[in-house]
């Protein structure tokens, strides 16, 4: 009996096996990455809902970037996405702190 297709069928195998064990490594590495900003970002928005109760002002444009913020966050699927979730809320807290605004990130 020819066994000649025992190689190749192992070859294909292990190259599966392979490539799942890197796609696993990778998919589970970006579900951190995204854990890791929406839980920035979370922190970022009460720190801004924080200075918001403590200011005086209301102040509109403030608000919509909170809630712009908080919406993001609440949708985001790429590490990339929560960390504008982060950026927003970073601007709505210096705004309400009445900090400069951040000349780098254009908020």
Same mark, same amino acid.
Do not use: K
């Given at each position: 009996?020819?066994?000649?297709?025992?190689?190749?069928?192992?070859?294909?195998?292990?190259?599966?096996?392979?490539?799942?064990?890197?796609?696993?490594?990778?998919?589970?590495?970006?579900?951190?990455?995204?854990?890791?900003?929406?839980?920035?970002?979370?922190?970022?928005?009460?720190?801004?809902?924080?200075?918001?109760?403590?200011?005086?002002?209301?102040?509109?444009?403030?608000?919509?970037?909170?809630?712009?913020?908080?919406?993001?966050?609440?949708?985001?699927?790429?590490?990339?996405?929560?960390?504008?979730?982060?950026?927003?809320?970073?601007?709505?807290?210096?705004?309400?702190? /009445?900090?400069?605004?951040?000349?780098?990130?254009? /908020?």
């Amino acid at each position: 009996m020819s066994t000649w297709w025992i190689w190749p069928l192992g070859a294909v195998v292990l190259l599966t096996v392979g490539w799942w064990s890197i796609h696993s490594l990778r998919t589970g590495q970006a579900a951190a990455e995204l854990a890791a900003a929406r839980r920035r970002a979370r922190g970022a928005i009460e720190s801004a809902e924080r200075a918001r109760a403590l200011s005086a002002d209301e102040l509109p444009d403030a608000a919509a970037l909170l809630d712009e913020a908080v919406l993001l966050v609440g949708s985001a699927r790429t590490a990339d996405a929560a960390r504008r979730a982060e950026s927003l809320a970073a601007q709505a807290h210096r705004r309400w702190s /009445g900090l400069p605004r951040d000349r780098s990130t254009g /908020g």
